[in-house]
């Protein structure tokens, strides 16, 4: 069995931050802690506000509802990615329209979600599945001459960077999650970034109890929730903010070093990584084996004490919740989504967290098992 390092990490600098907090009168949202946390990570990823929440489901939701989806409206999203994707479409009272993925890249084709607008298409959503990113350009030229809203659900990008560009700062705004399994994490947390002041505003007052600046707390100018991420959170996230560079820069040296020892093994295709994506958080190490190997390669590199899961076992709209027709769709043709279904599989990022030699050792047992 391999040792991998264990994860979440934590260290002396989120224990003085906590503690910072609990030797304060404020454990939640209102300590200024927050709002820095929130102005760190907006900066650090390239955007101008940042909104954080208790998650990053719904972060997606205060982004489409502030961005004024709701019934009546269509989001096209990739038929592959984590529920919250489209159910956060559906709690808004959109529906969903779900496209293909590109064959290898993991991520939304722009030729499908071309294809796939129609009359009530208000907002394309992609998704950076990974760590890698969707093909940015290409969406959000067509949302331009479609006039559409770009957004991003950006999850699993804290870090990554399109043509020296930081993930999450393309679109009107995009969304992070900070859960347990996630490269930066306080257990929990999201996150929507905007460079839009007044969206900033709407999605803050909301998540705020419909709260506005300028006001007393006993004000409240819509149903809102409260979703505020508390300073606990953000105490760990302050932390976790500081370490994420070393950590993809460790990953980034560590996939180097696990091509080299995986060397000309045949048998997998790897995700493919667009040129223009000059940084890549390494969420996910994704691939796809051919021939029907793929559920018995991964018990193997399991046995073996590496995380690798055998990909979804269904695109979104095979979720009960679609499928049955309950919560309305519209599905596009999605022959390569339903090809990954078969034979993709991710291996967790803990696996590119060792040293040289586990790393080695890594790529051997993935070698051994195909
Ligand atoms: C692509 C994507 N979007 C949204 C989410 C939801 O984030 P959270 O678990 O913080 O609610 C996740 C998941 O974990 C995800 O992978």
């Known amino acids: 069995m391999i040792e991998l390092p264990g994860w979440p990490i934590s260290d002396a600098r989120e224990t003085a931050l906590l503690q910072e907090v609990l030797a304060s009168p404020q454990w939640g949202g209102f300590n200024p802690l927050v709002a820095k946390f929130e102005e760190a990570f907006a900066a650090y990823q390239g955007a101008a506000f940042g909104v954080s929440a208790v998650n990053g489901t719904v972060t997606l939701e205060m982004m489409l509802a502030g961005a004024g989806i709701g019934p009546g ?8 990615s984590f529920v919250s994707t489209a159910s956060a479409v559906t709690r808004v009272g959109a529906v969903p329209v779900f496209v293909d993925i590109e064959p290898y890249s993991f991520n939304m084709c722009p030729e499908a979600v071309w294809a796939a607008i129609g009359p009530a298409t208000k907002a394309v959503m992609a998704v950076h599945f990974g760590g890698s990113m969707a093909e940015v350009d290409s969406l959000m030229a067509i ?8 957004l991003e659900d950006a999850a699993h990008t804290q870090g990554s960077e399109w043509k020296g560009k930081r993930a999450g700062s393309f679109g009107l705004a995009s969304s992070f999650s900070f859960q347990n399994g996630k490269v930066m994490t306080a257990g929990e947390g999201g996150i929507v970034l905007t460079s839009d002041e007044a969206l900033a505003a709407r999605m803050r007052s909301f998540a705020n109890q419909g709260r506005r600046p ?13 979703y505020r991420l508390s300073a606990l959170h953000a105490a760990v996230l302050t932390a976790q903010l500081e370490r994420l560079d070393g950590q993809i820069a460790l990953r980034t040296a560590n996939w180097a070093v696990f091509q080299e020892e995986y060397g000309t093994a045949s048998g ?3 995700q493919q990584i667009p040129k223009a994506v000059n940084r890549n958080s390494w969420y996910l190490v994704l691939g796809r084996m051919a021939n029907g190997g793929r559920d018995g390669f991964c018990s193997r590199v399991q046995a073996a004490g590496i995380p690798c899961t055998p990909f979804y076992p269904h695109p979104l709209y095979g979720n009960p919740m679609y499928a049955s027709g309950d919560s309305p ?7 390569n ?5 078969g034979d993709a599989f991710w291996i967790g990022f803990r696996a590119l967290m060792g040293d040289d030699a586990t790393t080695r050792a890594v790529a051997r047992a993935v070698v051994a098992a195909i």
């Open 73 to 80: 409206d269509e989001v096209i999203v990739p038929a592959i």
């Open 143 to 150: 949302c331009e001459k479609r006039g559409l809203l770009f």
């Open 214 to 226: 300028g006001y007393s707390s006993f004000h409240h100018f819509e149903a809102g929730n409260n």
């Open 268 to 270: 997998i295709t790897w």
């Open 329 to 335: 769709c519209r599905v596009m043709p999605c022959p």
């Open 337 to 341: 989504t339903e090809a990954y279904i």
